[in-house]
């Protein structure tokens, strides 16, 4: 159907709207309508009350009729009819004609394909139409979900409108100035110009200082709004890629996790790499102590001196500390003076939190042992027995 004109001011800010911005559909769809019927006329003779077909003429004596079989009118005939006589009539005629219709036609093209039929970047859905007949344009191509994409008024335009991400189908069709429009047909398009989303997730360090002191199991969860997540893989110290979205780590040492998505349409995200440090294994502790200079193990001087190292391959030594008797703890060396049985205690701790004890027990005699004599009054004179 013809659309009504609304006033230069609307007609000027359609043609200013940009392309691939979304219009309100200002015009219903109607299809093809060029079938027309014309009466025309041909001339016969009525003679003895019959009717015999003699010429045509349109308008004008001497002109045929297009579509309708015979000859053109003589010019005897001409003359007869243009003098009135009686044996010829002019009946009219009937004639039907189609001219071709508008054309409207689409395609979806993408500047950076993806996969799976998805389009990744540069995607314009790009429609052309064609009006045929002479004299009338293409006055707009229209949707069904953004209204008109432009309104060109030329016979055969070209348009682009951009979709952004998601994937659909529209219809469109053809204005023309004929008064109708082209066949409704549909284009589709497959758009996903953004990676997925990639999450990583460290459990919270069960160790001290940012240390596991037991193997942890890193993970990562991801989505894609769009195409949907096709794979995600993970890398260990630089080492190759692998699927899966979760990572046992075991070994002792500082370690770095980066995981990667992929989905459907091909695009890719790599998430922010993250530090696992890990020290299941203990400190090494070396005390030292002189050997016992009494018998039985027993120190007969004072003071003892007890002292103590540590070594850790990982996290590295945090402390190393000792006590005697469950005493207050210092740092090595500590020094028995007391006589008696002590008991001593020394501790490596790593910057982990992992620890190695050590206890033994000293003996410490400095005293001599009291000795005490004793004999029988003499019995003989001045002390003599």
């Known amino acids: 159907m013809r659309k009504i004109i609304l006033g230069l001011a609307l007609i000027g800010t359609l043609f200013a709207a940009s392309v691939g911005v979304a219009r309100t559909v200002l015009a219903d769809y109607t299809g093809p309508n060029r079938t027309h019927t014309e009466t025309r006329y041909h001339n016969v003779v009525l003679s003895s009350n019959t ?63 993806g996969n799976n039929g998805w ?23 229209e949707t069904n979900l953004w209204g008109y994409i432009c309104q060109p008024n030329t016979a055969s335009p070209t348009c682009t409108y951009a979709p952004g991400d998601g994937t659909g189908t529209v ?62 893989q993970y890398q260990v110290d630089g080492g190759t890629w692998q699927s899966g979205e979760t990572v046992n780590l075991s070994t002792d040492g500082v370690h770095t996790v980066v995981f990667k998505a992929e989905d459907v ?11 696992v440090k890990i020290d299941t294994t203990a400190p090494t502790l070396t005390p030292s102590m002189p050997e016992p200079n009494g018998d039985d193990d027993w120190f007969v001087t004072a003071p003892v001196q007890i002292g103590a190292s540590a070594e850790d391959a990982t996290s590295g030594v945090a402390s190393v500390e000792c006590r005697i008797d469950g005493g ?14 002590h008991v001593v205690e020394c501790e490596a701790t790593d910057n982990a939190g992992n620890s190695t004890s050590w206890r033994k027990t000293v003996e410490v005699d400095t005293t001599a042992p009291a000795l005490t004599a004793s004999a029988p009054s003499p019995d003989g004179s001045e002390g003599w027995y």
């Open 265 to 275: 349409a091909g695009n890719t995200t790599t998430s922010q790499r993250v530090t």
């Open 51 to 113: 009717s015999y077909y003699i010429c045509t003429y349109i308008y004008t004596c001497g002109d045929n009729i297009g579509n309708i079989p015979g000859v053109r009118c003589s010019s005897g005939v001409c003359q007869s009819l243009a003098i009135g006589s009686g044996y010829y009539t002019v009946k009219p005629v009937t004639v039907t004609t189609t001219d071709p219709p508008a054309t409207a036609d689409a395609s979806f093209q993408c500047g950076t394909p």
């Open 171 to 232: 219809a469109f069709w053809a204005e023309s100035t004929y008064g109708d429009s082209s066949t409704q047909a549909s284009v589709a398009w497959k758009v996903d110009t953004t990676a997925p989303v990639l999450t990583p997730s460290v459990p919270a360090p069960d160790g001290q200082n940012g240390w596991f002191v037991t193997s942890p199991q890193v993970s990562a969860s991801g989505s894609d709004a769009t195409s949907g997540l096709a794979s995600v």
């Open 119 to 141: 389009c990744r970047g540069g995607a314009n859905l790009v429609f052309t139409a064609n009006e045929p007949v002479s004299g009338y344009v293409i006055s707009a191509i």
């Open 328 to 341: 207050a703890w210092q740092t090595p060396p500590v020094n028995v003076t007391s006589d008696g049985e």
